[in-house]
């Protein structure tokens, strides 16, 4: 019985304390609660900052089927948010007189290694924090063995070679192009400069002297028996994710309770060398030509520059984090699947966004195809001067891989007709008389692009 006192008695008072704190309105909750309702997302937690007041609101499991309810403990993959962290190791390099933004990053990489030039100028620590290093989205030999985990298997090699090998479209900083290979790259670089690696300087900078002791890559076992699981485009469990060369790009995992005092500690001016390094990693560091589109160092803005944010999405995560500039309000949003949480943080900081329940895709039936006939469609197809499609087999799957972005898989709904999961688009391969392939035609947002097949 007192065991029973005790426990109503530690039940009415959390009640109470959160309903003194209770900072996010009922709309938001009701449309997470939607979401997770109708099977868009296994789970969304988020916590909302207002000065001293915090309020999370969890809701749904770490797995569709027979998961656990989620909490402010809950681990999830971050993603690109890490590049933030990523950055702010940086400004404190930077601060400490050991890096300069203008530095060129040849200086920091062996000399083996041949960084691309245009016109005389080079590459700067500045140019990938701020993507405008001209470096693609993505790196031209990255082909993962595994689809489902794609950067295990990227090594510090192929990196080295990709960069003495690649040929820069334009000139460096004349245009921001977000780049996962440039912000891992920054990561690699900060490695070598400091002799530790990449997690070591995540945990001892940032993590530990913010008490954040469940944000970290590798798992711990806390970590683990609180991990939500990651969910796929089709709802199904998917792998994580192992990000090794390009750690600084988006291998961080973390808690909602952990980010909470990372947004404080942006939002807090405490006087300590931390801060000072996030502040510094807020300032504009680039301005396109039309004064259109401001990025700080990893961080953009919206709703005229007001919101400061970075999202993040894995194989089966999205992530979004965000405060209001000269203000005590911030925001993070974490869910367990690949349907975006963007919205919700960007809104609730005042971004003018309708609230959408998103709508789940509906997919052609899969048809069999054999291996003879997919080899006939493996290929190189060009769609534009500097656009190409790059068609393999890999089993009895096709994968395709745009220029600076990962591998996909395509499926066939018909003999020459085949869909992608990952974004909503379809590939028709198309015959000459003699029934040779020889372009493909994308169709996408409501565009048909045609693609000859020059290999």
Same mark, same amino acid.
């Given at each position: 019985?007192?065991?029973?006192?005790?426990?109503?008695?530690?039940?009415?008072?959390?009640?109470?304390?959160?309903?003194?704190?209770?900072?996010?309105?009922?709309?938001?909750?009701?449309?997470?609660?939607?979401?997770?309702?109708?099977?868009?997302? !296994?789970?969304?937690?988020?916590?909302?900052?207002?000065?001293?007041?915090?309020?999370?609101?969890?809701?749904?499991?770490?797995?569709?089927?027979?998961?656990?309810?989620?909490?402010?403990?809950?681990?999830?993959?971050?993603?690109?948010?890490?590049?933030?962290?990523?950055?702010?190791?940086?400004?404190?390099?930077?601060?400490?007189?050991?890096?300069?933004?203008?530095?060129?990053?040849?200086?920091?990489? !062996?000399?083996?290694?041949?960084?691309?030039?245009?016109?005389?100028?080079?590459?700067?620590?500045?140019?990938?924090?701020?993507?405008?290093?001209?470096?693609?989205?993505?790196?031209?030999?990255?082909?993962?063995?595994?689809?489902?985990?794609?950067?295990?298997?990227?090594?510090?090699?192929?990196?080295?070679?990709?960069?003495?090998?690649?040929?820069?479209?334009?000139?460096?900083?004349?245009?921001?192009?977000?780049? &996962?290979?440039?912000?891992?790259?920054?990561?690699?670089?900060?490695?070598?400069?400091?002799?530790?690696?990449?997690?070591?300087?995540?945990?001892?900078?940032?993590?530990? !002297?913010?008490?954040?002791?469940?944000?970290?890559?590798?798992?711990?076992?806390?970590?683990?028996?609180?991990?939500?699981?990651?969910? &796929?485009?089709?709802?199904?469990?998917?792998?994580?994710?192992?990000?090794?060369?390009?750690?600084?790009?988006?291998?961080?995992?973390?808690?909602?309770?952990?980010?909470?005092?990372?947004?404080?500690?942006?939002?807090?001016?405490?006087?300590?060398?931390?801060?000072?390094?996030?502040?510094?990693?807020?300032?504009?560091?680039?301005?396109?030509?039309?004064?259109?589109?401001?990025?700080?160092?990893?961080?953009?803005?919206?709703?005229?520059?007001?919101?400061?944010?970075?999202?993040?999405?894995?194989?089966?995560?999205?992530?979004?984090?965000?405060?209001?500039?000269?203000?005590?309000?911030?925001?993070?949003?974490?869910?367990?699947?690949?349907?975006?949480?963007?919205?919700?943080?960007?809104?609730?900081?005042?971004?003018?966004?309708?609230?959408?329940?998103?709508?789940?895709?509906?997919?052609?039936?899969?048809?069999?195809?054999?291996?003879?006939?997919?080899?006939?469609?493996?290929?190189?197809?060009?769609?534009?001067?500097?656009?190409?499609?790059?068609?393999?087999?890999?089993?009895?799957?096709?994968?395709?891989?745009?220029?600076?972005?990962?591998?996909?898989?395509?499926?066939?709904?018909?003999?020459?007709?085949?869909?992608?999961?990952?974004?909503?688009?379809?590939?028709?391969? &198309?015959?000459?008389?003699?029934?040779?392939?020889?372009?493909?035609?994308?169709?996408?947002?409501?565009?048909?692009? !045609?693609?000859?097949?020059?290999?």
């Amino acid at each position: 019985m007192r065991l029973f006192r005790f426990l109503l008695l530690f039940i009415l008072s959390t009640q109470f304390v959160v309903a003194q704190d209770a900072i996010i309105p009922d709309d938001y909750k009701d449309y997470i609660k939607a979401r997770v309702d109708k099977g868009i997302n !296994p789970s969304i937690s988020m916590a909302y900052i207002v000065g001293d007041a915090v309020e999370f609101y969890n809701y749904g499991k770490t797995q569709l089927n027979d998961g656990e309810s989620v909490d402010k403990h809950s681990v999830y993959e971050i993603g690109s948010i890490s590049k933030v962290f990523t950055t702010i190791l940086l400004a404190d390099e930077i601060l400490k007189g050991k890096m300069k933004l203008s530095d060129p990053i040849q200086d920091y990489l !062996p000399e083996s290694v041949t960084v691309p030039v245009r016109n005389d100028k080079v590459i700067t620590l500045k140019d990938l924090a701020t993507h405008t290093s001209g470096l693609p989205r993505m790196p031209g030999n990255f082909k993962p063995a595994d689809l489902k985990n794609p950067f295990a298997d990227y090594s510090v090699k192929q990196l080295y070679d990709f960069l003495s090998n690649y040929e820069l479209p334009r000139d460096i900083g004349s245009q921001y192009e977000y780049s &996962n290979l440039g912000m891992g790259l920054l990561g690699h670089i900060l490695e070598l400069h400091t002799g530790k690696t990449y997690e070591s300087l995540v945990v001892n900078r940032i993590a530990k !002297p913010l008490d954040m002791a469940d944000t970290q890559i590798e798992f711990t076992d806390k970590m683990k028996s609180h991990l939500a699981i990651g969910h &796929n485009e089709q709802l199904e469990t998917t792998s994580n994710w192992d990000i090794t060369t390009l750690a600084g790009a988006g291998a961080i995992r973390s808690t909602t309770s952990d980010m909470v005092k990372f947004v404080k500690a942006n939002l807090t001016d405490d006087g300590s060398d931390l801060y000072k390094a996030m502040a510094l990693s807020h300032k504009i560091a680039y301005t396109n030509d039309a004064k259109t589109f401001n990025i700080g160092l990893g961080w953009h803005y919206s709703n005229g520059d007001s919101i400061v944010w970075h999202n993040g999405g894995t194989g089966g995560y999205r992530a979004f984090s965000g405060f209001l500039k000269d203000s005590n309000k911030g925001v993070v949003v974490f869910t367990n699947s690949t349907f975006s949480v963007d919205n919700i943080g960007l809104k609730i900081l005042g971004q003018p966004l309708e609230l959408k329940i998103p709508e789940k895709r509906v997919y052609p039936e899969v048809v069999v195809l054999s291996n003879d006939i997919l080899d006939s469609y493996v290929g190189k197809y060009q769609l534009t001067p500097q656009f190409f499609i790059t068609v393999s087999r890999k089993d009895n799957q096709l994968v395709a891989q745009a220029t600076g972005q990962p591998e996909f898989e395509i499926f066939p709904s018909a003999d020459n007709e085949f869909f992608l999961k990952v974004v909503e688009a379809s590939i028709t391969f &198309n015959k000459d008389e003699a029934g040779n392939i020889v372009s493909m035609t994308l169709h996408q947002n409501g565009q048909d692009v !045609p693609g000859k097949k020059i290999e």
